[in-house]
């Protein structure tokens, strides 16, 4: 009976306890960060404790830092001010409208915003994000008419590997019985096969252009460029050993999205299966996949569109092998690149070997460099000119 009674009392204890606990979490005024009011944003975290807290982003002044790439801008960082209370904050004029992501230092630790929802995984990290309204960023928030976005399991015979990639259908696609158009779309070194759609915002800008009519409706195919995964490292897959210095495993990837992801798609998906109907195109290390794909397999995609990468050092066949591209036809031959990117230069190089071998091109320059920023500009601004 003492038991009992003592149990009794250690339970109603506990409760009394999670009780004022829940009623103290529900009286706390909520942290709201970011948050924009007219024009300024307020960035806030609480940490009593910390000695400095700082805020680095996409809109914090940029500083130089050497990396194996060269001299390249990173984000700065900016000291927040503490009150009584322990809370940090930050107000700054409302940046231009873009997507910006963000990290907090606390006495030099990384850490995102906890009470910002909104993340963005790039590669092995996750960073808090801003995404301020505006023309430039109208088709990054979500449609009325929204696609789905598939996670599709693939055996790959030529990698040898069971793989994953996403694969974008158009609002409308499950309940017709309409073929749709092929974009074949590649993210850059680091990323994976999520990239394109978190960090690019691929499913919300294909929406958008094919609601307000700028586009046409299509599929659109991101599989994982790294040949040696399953899938993402988020999921925990072990990874095959893969050489990429041995000649016998050049373009091996790029075979394989011949080889393996077109057939599967054109198998399993209600696609238009000829080339007037497939677009290629990739970013970056993808830039380089899209080349290949155009040059080793000429004919086999009508629309080509490598973003951020052109040629590098001395590739002797070449002419050759756009030679065998003019031959074959084409409808689009469309590049883009920033002229603060590293790979400016390659970009350079391939517009003139364009020029040089009689391939009809265009060359899409912006601003800024090897980023996300400018990666969403080229799919807004070369998706329209698919399958027309």
């Known amino acids: 009976m003492k038991k009992l009674l003592i149990t009794t009392l250690f339970?109603?204890?506990?409760?009394?306890?999670?009780a004022q606990e829940l009623s103290n979490f529900m009286n706390r005024k909520p942290i709201v960060s970011p948050e924009i009011v007219e024009n300024e944003v307020v960035f806030r975290l609480m940490a009593p404790h910390a000695d400095t807290v700082k805020i680095s982003g996409g809109f914090t002044p940029s500083v130089?830092?050497?990396?194996?790439?060269?001299?390249?801008?990173?984000p700065g960082a900016l000291l927040m001010s503490k009150d009584e209370s322990g809370l940090w904050s930050i107000t700054l004029p409302l940046p231009e409208p873009e997507l910006y992501t963000y990290n907090f230092l606390v006495d030099g630790l990384s850490m995102n915003d906890p009470s910002n929802i909104f993340l963005q995984r790039d590669g092995t990290r996750y960073l808090s994000v801003l995404l301020i309204p505006g023309e430039l960023t109208a088709n990054y928030f979500e449609a009325n008419e929204r696609g789905n976005l598939h996670q599709v399991w693939y055996d790959s015979p030529t990698l040898g590997l069971n793989r994953r990639m996403y694969v974008y259908t158009p609002y409308g696609y499950e309940s017709s019985n309409s073929s749709y158009p092929v974009l074949y779309l590649l993210h850059g070194a680091g990323g994976d096969e999520d990239a394109w759609s978190t960090m690019g915002r691929t499913r919300q800008i294909l929406d958008n252009l094919i609601e307000k009519g700028?586009?046409?409706?299509?599929?659109?195919?991101?599989?994982?460029g790294n040949p040696n995964q399953q899938a993402a490292k988020t999921n925990?897959?072990?990874?095959?050993?893969?050489?990429?210095?041995?000649?016998?495993?050049r373009n091996l990837y790029v075979h394989s999205i011949v080889k393996d992801i077109v057939p599967y798609i054109e198998q399993n998906f209600r696609v238009t299966a000829d080339p007037d109907h497939r677009a290629i195109a990739g970013l970056s290390m993808g830039g380089g996949h899209t080349i290949a794909a155009a040059n080793e397999y000429p004919g086999m995609f009508q629309y080509i569109c490598p973003l951020s990468m052109g040629l590098w050092g001395e590739q002797t066949d070449i002419d050759e092998?756009?030679?065998?591209?003019?031959k074959a036809g084409y409808k689009l031959y469309w590049l883009a690149c920033g002229t603060d990117d590293f790979v400016w230069e390659s970009d350079k190089n391939l517009d003139t070997k364009l020029t040089e071998n009689g391939l009809e091109h265009s060359f899409y320059v912006t601003a800024g460099g090897h980023t996300w920023a400018n990666w969403r500009i080229y799919l807004n601004t070369f998706a329209p000119k698919l399958f027309k």
Not at 236 to 249: G, M
Request: charged share 20%; with cysteine.
């Open 11 to 18: 339970l109603t204890f506990i409760a009394g306890v999670q």
């Open 64 to 74: 130089k830092m050497e990396t194996s790439f060269g001299t390249m801008d990173v």
């Open 214 to 224: 700028l586009a046409v409706p299509m599929i659109c195919v991101m599989p994982n």
């Open 236 to 249: 925990l897959l072990p990874e095959a050993a893969f050489d990429r210095r041995d000649p016998a495993k």
């Open 321 to 326: 092998k756009l030679q065998g591209l003019k």
